[in-house]
Nanobody, 128 residues
Framework: QVQLVESGGGLVQAGGSLRLSCAAS????????KGWFRQGPGKEREFVGC????????YYADSVKGRFTISRDSAKNTVYLQMNSLKPEDTAVYYC?????????????????????WGQGTQVTVSS
């Protein structure tokens, strides 16, 4: 069983940066495609970005493209979300997720239903 734990959230001023981490128990996570999602106050959960199973491709929502970067450290069984140039509209609970069914060199997906494993979320608040 894979368990995911996010960390690194907090309060930051607009224009600042944060790096979120998602550490997994269970070595199988290293073979999953991994995604980041967020849910702002009063909003639906939305896709932020993902990294495919091979680690060779990443995909981002238009709202974060050029500001956010996903990376992974397979040895640490951890995936990261580097967030730069933060805006108040980035305020949300951020979740990492794992998709065990993705093909090795295929894409990762922006649909929450593709992901079987989820963390508990970490709060990011961006003040103006």
């Amino acid at each position: 069983q894979v368990q995911l734990v996010e960390s690194g959230g907090g309060l930051v001023q607009a224009g600042g940066s944060l790096r979120l981490s998602c550490a997994a128990s269970g070595r199988a996570f290293s073979t999953y495609a991994k995604g980041w999602f967020r849910q702002g106050p009063g909003k639906e959960r939305e896709f932020v970005g993902c990294i495919n199973r091979s680690g060779g491709s990443t995909y981002y929502a238009d709202s974060v493209k050029g500001r956010f970067t996903i990376s992974r450290d397979s040895a640490k069984n951890t995936v990261y979300l580097q967030m730069n140039s933060l805006k108040p509209e980035d305020t949300a609970v951020y979740y990492c997720a794992g998709d065990p069914n993705a093909s090795y060199s295929g894409p990762c997906y922006g649909t929450a239903d593709e992901y079987d494993y989820w963390g508990q979320g970490t709060q990011v608040t961006v003040s103006s």
